[in-house]
């Protein structure tokens, strides 16, 4: 069954400090790849995504994700975090032209101001 | 442009009664997926609807059920309501032509709990 795996459910990190989570996930065919945010008090928002091509995707506020086929990975960087950065963020994949996206179970980003 | 809406807020139920939580899909969107999302979890899978019919189903059992209508607003009713159902339950809606139809917007959800 696919399944994602976000290896650190909490993270703590000072200001301009350099972020990268990390998703994993078991499927073997093609797939689309997401990561979500959740700010406090707020719903969820696609922070960006990856469909195909180039396996370097940028997304808003300055996030960028690498999808690594041979890996199965789809990890989350930002060089500079900022204190409102602070958020539960979520890795999601679906295969292509599925209708089930499966979610991993959360990072919460803390940053210290 | 509309976002994804959802109704109500917060509910608060007991053990054995039946619950319909409403959606209203972002304007020009036509498919719907619920999920569910309990407490320190992602969210999980609950079903999908595109043109009024379930498109497929995560692992749920039968009380959890849908409807799509013709404007491609929502329902989810859960019968028979378990302690377990208290989560947050967040319905997404996308455009199921499009290329990029994977791409869903979620709804602020609707908080559940039952005593």
């Known amino acids: 069954a696919q399944s994602v795996s976000q290896h650190n459910h909490h993270v703590i990190l000072s200001e301009a400090a350099s972020l990268e989570l990390g998703c994993n996930y078991s499927?073997?065919?093609?797939?689309?790849l997401f990561w979500y945010v959740q700010y406090p008090g707020q719903h969820l928002q696609l922070l960006l995504k990856?469909?195909?091509?180039?396996?370097l995707v940028k997304g808003i506020k300055g996030f960028e994700a690498e999808f690594i086929k041979s890996k199965f990975s789809f990890n989350l960087r930002k060089p500079s975090v900022q204190w409102s950065d602070t958020a539960e963020y979520f890795c999601?994949?679906?295969?292509?032209?599925?209708?089930?996206?499966?979610f991993g179970a959360g990072t919460r980003l803390f940053v210290k101001a | 442009e509309t976002g994804v809406t959802q109704s109500p807020t917060h509910l608060i139920k007991t053990r054995g009664q039946q619950v319909t939580l409403r959606c209203s899909s972002q304007?020009?969107?036509?498919?719907v997926s619920w999920y569910q999302q309990a407490l320190g979890q992602g969210p999980q899978f609950i079903f999908q609807?595109?043109?009024?019919?379930?498109?497929g189903r995560g692992n749920f059992p039968p009380r959890f059920s849908g409807l799509q209508f013709p404007n491609y607003s929502s329902e989810l009713n859960v019968n028979a309501l378990e302690l377990d159902d208290s989560a947050l339950y967040l319905c997404?809606?996308?455009?199921?032509?499009?290329?990029?139809?994977?791409?869903?917007?979620f709804g602020p959800g609707t908080r559940l709990t039952v005593l």
């Open positions: 999601a994949v679906i295969n292509t032209g599925g209708f089930k996206t499966i």
């Open positions: 997404a809606s996308s455009q199921h032509d499009s290329i990029s139809y994977n791409e869903q917007f």
């Open positions: 304007s020009g969107h036509n498919t």
């Open positions: 990856y469909f195909s091509g180039d396996p």
């Open positions: 609807y595109y043109r009024e019919e379930e498109n």
């Open positions: 499927y073997g065919g093609t797939v689309n």
